[in-house]
């Protein structure tokens, strides 16, 4: 007669590909029921997003039939519970992860990733938010078709808090829902920092299991205010193949990783890839260049999470206010899911085997 312990015996055998332990040692077995042969239990994923998932599913079936026998069956449910090294933090309470979004040169498509890839990990089954921290040049607004929203201000106990607007399953937050969208910021850097830590903390995010922070391009005191403010996750550099944005995505790049800094590089995402005409999907053009994100990632030892084409679909969602990704069959929308299930993929390993990053201190 097969027991409850059996079952976890055999399941002992499973090890998550990315933890490198097994998933009864992981806490992943749950709600474990058996009635005669026929056995049924949840496996919680550490992501929705999880790239892995029917790996993981086809090696509990494998080892159940080989431990327990080839007659009896099994009901495999699978979840995600997204993991968070956030715990008890009084800024973002409810918030799992905070990833920082950055680039070293702007053009190369940072607001257009970063929207797709919310909407990726949002269409996965994650709660998903964006703060666009480029005061002085927001886009988040227009490509969600949103620019004419304003956030709702209600009190929450004494105090006025903002709404954030949510599009598309997607809670957001940008200076372009709070000022004319035909009107400049110009506005000094103490003004633009304390409008970040505004959005920060002055913002009812509720639960989430990622923000993305849609950096301004280079290295300014926005930069500096948010991981002043908030323990970052993680960072994700965006950059295009050409060697003037790989120069400045080092430099991006090398500022997570200073000592005093040490935020966690999740890996690189590099856009504008490569031309794939639509009436000949299966051709690739490398017309800014080829393998320059794989390079820069193999230099600094960071995973690579995709490599996004050039496609017209991806600049007509942005300017039409619906990103691609809306659209889950194009090519397009594939390269951002894949991205998306590498970041929260990487996002898993760091909080499995690195401690929380600590708000940079300044004397």
Same mark, same amino acid.
């Given at each position: 007669?097969? %027991? ?100 070293? %040169? ?53 105090? /006025? ?71 970052? #996750? ?8 050409? %060697? ?5 995505? #080092? %430099? ?30 299966? /051709? ?66 760091? /909080? ?12």
């Amino acid at each position: 007669m097969i %027991k409850e312990e059996n079952v976890l015996a055999a399941l002992s055998h499973v090890e998550e590909p990315d933890l490198k332990k097994d998933l009864v040692t992981l806490n992943m077995i749950k709600d474990v029921v058996v009635n005669g042969s026929d056995i049924k239990f949840t496996v919680v994923l550490t992501t929705p997003a999880c790239p892995l998932k029917e790996v993981i599913r086809q090696r509990c079936m494998d080892a159940l039939h080989e431990h327990l026998g080839k007659d009896i069956t099994v009901d495999i449910h699978m979840s995600a519970e997204v993991t968070s090294i956030r715990n008890n933090s009084p800024q973002l309470p409810g918030v799992k992860n905070i990833i920082a979004i950055s680039s070293g %040169k702007g053009g190369v498509g940072k607001s257009t990733v970063t929207a797709n890839l919310a909407i990726a990990l949002k269409n996965s089954g994650a709660k998903v938010g964006i703060i666009d921290a480029d005061i002085f040049g927001p886009s988040i607004p227009l490509m969600f078709g949103a620019e004419d929203v304003q956030p709702l201000i209600t009190q929450k106990d004494g105090k /006025n808090m903002i709404h954030p607007v949510n599009q598309f399953g997607i809670k957001m937050i940008s200076i372009g829902f709070l000022t004319p969208k035909d009107n400049a910021v110009v506005w000094r850097g103490p003004m633009a920092s304390q409008a970040l830590r505004q959005f920060l903390g002055d913002v009812d995010w509720g639960d989430l299991d990622y923000l993305l922070i849609d950096l301004p391009p280079g290295t300014s005191d926005i930069h500096l205010s948010l991981v002043q403010t908030v323990p970052v #996750t993680g960072a994700v550099v965006v950059t295009t193949p050409q %060697k003037v944005a790989l120069a400045d995505a #080092t %430099k991006g790049l090398a500022m997570f990783k200073q000592p005093q800094i040490n935020v966690p590089i999740l890996g690189i995402i590099e856009n504008m890839a490569y031309f794939t005409p639509e009436e000949l999907p299966e /051709n690739k053009y490398y017309i800014f260049g080829k393998d320059g994100g794989k390079e820069l990632a193999q230099k600094f030892a960071v995973p690579l999470l995709g490599e996004i084409p050039i496609v017209q679909g991806i600049r007509e969602g942005g300017d039409e206010g619906r990103p691609v990704m809306m659209d889950e069959n194009s090519i397009s929308a594939e390269a951002f899911k894949e991205a998306a299930e590498n970041l929260a993929q990487q996002l898993a390993i760091r /909080n499995a085997a690195q401690p929380a990053t600590e708000r940079v201190q300044v004397a």
